[in-house]
């Protein structure tokens, strides 16, 4: 089992940066590969990006490529999604997850939201 805390939401002006990070803990969370993902009231929960922790390859949603990056500090079990020239479509609530050996994620935090204004 991993659990997954996020912190660093919040509210930010429209084209500002926000930097948002997820503590692991639990026993070989090394092994995890971990994403973030978006929730927009009354929508889907989607895809934001994702990170390997063997390779650390990553991938992201077209909506946020090029804006948003995704990375890792294994020595402080730590994943961040740093959000560049937001804009009112990122306003949501953002869930950190994990998965191994599975394709859908199984683990999740209780997410943080974040407030793009005008």
């Known amino acids: 089992q991993v659990q997954l805390v996020e912190s660093g939401g919040g509210a930010v002006q429209a084209g500002g940066s926000l930097r948002l990070s997820c503590a692991a803990s639990?026993?070989?969370?090394?092994?995890?590969?971990m994403g973030w993902f978006r929730q927009a009231p009354g929508k889907e929960r989607e895809f934001v990006a994702s990170?390997?922790?063997?390779?650390?390859?990553?991938n992201y949603a077209d909506s946020v490529t090029g804006r948003f990056i995704i990375s890792r500090d294994n020595a402080e079990n730590t994943v961040y999604l740093q959000m560049n020239s937001q804009n009112r479509g990122d306003t949501d609530v953002c869930y950190c997850?994990?998965?191994?050996?599975?394709?859908?994620?199984?683990?999740w935090g209780r997410g943080t939201q974040v407030t793009v204004s005008r």
């Open positions: 997850a994990a998965r191994r050996l599975v394709r859908e994620y199984n683990y």
């Open positions: 639990g026993r070989t969370f090394s092994i995890y590969n």
């Open positions: 990170i390997t922790w063997s390779s650390g390859y990553t």
